[in-house]
C-alpha cells in the first residue's frame, strides 16, 4: 500500500520537474536516485553497506573484552596534563 510523505511543495516541484525531464513518473525517479546512490556508495570501496557491516562486526569481534579497566585516578585531568601544571 502506498504511503503518503509530506514534501516542502518547492522540493516536489523540483522532483516533479526532475521527474518529467526524464520522461518518468516520480516514483520510477526516486527510484532511480535511491539505485545510484546505493550504486555509488558500492563503487566507492567495491562493498555493499551490509558487506561493510559485516566486516566491521568481524573485526570487532577479534578483539577481547577482557581487558582491565582504566582507573579514575589514570582518567583524571590532572593526570592527562601532569605536565602542563
Known sequence: M?????VDP?????IQARARE???SV???LRQLIDQKETESE???GLSS???VRLL???ASGH???RPLLSDEAISRETIYRERS
Open 2 to 6: 502506498p504511503k503518503m510523505l509530506e
Open 10 to 14: 518547492q522540493v516536489a516541484s523540483k
Open 22 to 24: 526524464r520522461g518518468v
Open 27 to 29: 516514483d520510477v525517479y
Open 43 to 45: 563503487g566507492r570501496n
Open 50 to 52: 551490509k558487506e561493510r
Open 57 to 59: 562486526r568481524e573485526w
Open 64 to 66: 577481547g573484552t577482557n
